[in-house]
């Protein structure tokens, strides 16, 4: 493969990495905003698996970069190319699931933590004036661990 055909082929794939690496951030922000209650949080979270997302999806380009593929200059890049697309879809895939676990988590805990404070204010006798929220309400009553109960 040509300099040309090589340094094209980086160069398409280190823009496509970069768009999908911003979508990611853009709409995982917003996702893990809403479940961890602090903006700051939301967004570092977000910057934290954006970046990863970007270390390996430029690592696997530089290493696709190096496999040959077809005989001549643009076959080869449009191969290239497209093993670039698939490998970026299950990379971005992954990450979605990452997000979507890491909200999971949140959601599931802060759940948890109410419930526990709700019964600790009801052992002492304190009313509980807190409204239901609409992430709770989406879940099913989870009894929290055993260390949490109260004796």
């Given at each position: 493969m040509s300099t040309e055909a090589y340094v094209s082929f980086l160069a398409i794939g280190v823009v496509l990495v970069l768009i999908d690496g911003q979508?990611?951030?853009?709409?995982?922000?917003?996702?893990?905003?809403?479940?961890?209650?602090?903006?700051?949080?939301?967004?570092?979270?977000?910057?934290?698996?954006?970046?990863?997302?970007?270390?390996?999806?430029?690592?696997?380009?530089?290493?696709?970069?190096?496999?040959?593929?077809?005989?001549?200059?643009?076959?080869?890049?449009?191969?290239?190319?497209?093993?670039?697309?698939?490998?970026?879809?299950?990379?971005?895939?992954?990450?979605?699931?990452v997000l979507g676990r890491i909200r999971g988590e949140q959601v599931g805990e802060a759940v948890v933590n109410r419930r526990i404070s709700r019964r600790e204010a009801e052992q002492r006798g304190t009313a509980v004036t807190t409204a239901v929220s609409s992430q709770e309400a989406s879940y099913p009553d989870v009894s929290p661990p055993l260390e949490h109960r109260a004796p």
């Open positions: 979508v990611i951030y853009r709409s995982g922000r917003g996702y893990l905003e809403s479940s961890y209650g602090d903006p700051a949080a939301g967004a570092s979270m977000t910057r934290l698996v954006t970046v990863l997302f970007h270390l390996v999806t430029l690592g696997l380009l530089a290493l696709l970069s190096t496999i040959p593929l077809g005989d001549s200059d643009l076959p080869g890049v449009v191969g290239r190319v497209g093993v670039l697309l698939l490998v970026l879809a299950i990379v971005h895939a992954i990450t979605l699931a």
